[in-house]
Nanobody, 128 residues
Framework: QVQLAESGGGLVQAGDSLRLSCAAS????????MGWFRQAPGKEREFVAA????????DYADSVKGRFTISRDIAKNTVLLQMNSLKPEDTAVYYC?????????????????????WGQGTQVTVSS
């Protein structure tokens, strides 16, 4: 059974940095794509970033490109999301997700329905 557990959220000011972690267990994730999504109050959940566990190839939403970095720590089975230059509009609950379907092109992983496993989420609040 795959389990994903996010941590690292909190309250920060605009311009600050924050690093989220997603501890993954229950599988060998070498054949998985891992993603981060977020959901702001009153809005739909949206794609933030994704990483192919085996190759480390990454993809980002335009809204976070250049500010956020997704990476994985293979030894710790953890996916990280480094968030720099945070803005109030980054305020949301951030979710980690995983899918074993690694054979699609990049935009497939922008869609939450294409992920099988989800964490419980961690709140990020950015004050102005």
């Amino acid at each position: 059974q795959v389990q994903l557990a996010e941590s690292g959220g909190g309250l920060v000011q605009a311009g600050d940095s924050l690093r989220l972690s997603c501890a993954a267990s229950g599988r060998t994730f070498s054949s998985y794509v891992m993603g981060w999504f977020r959901q702001a109050p009153g809005k739909e959940r949206e794609f933030v970033a994704a990483i192919r566990w085996s190759s480390g190839n990454t993809d980002y939403a335009d809204s976070v490109k250049g500010r956020f970095t997704i990476s994985r720590d293979i030894a710790k089975n953890t996916v990280l999301l480094q968030m720099n230059s945070l803005k109030p509009e980054d305020t949301a609950v951030y979710y980690c997700a995983a899918t074993p379907r690694t054979y699609y092109s990049g935009r497939y992983y922008y869609t939450e329905q294409n992920y099988d496993y989800w964490g419980q989420g961690t709140q990020v609040t950015v004050s102005s």
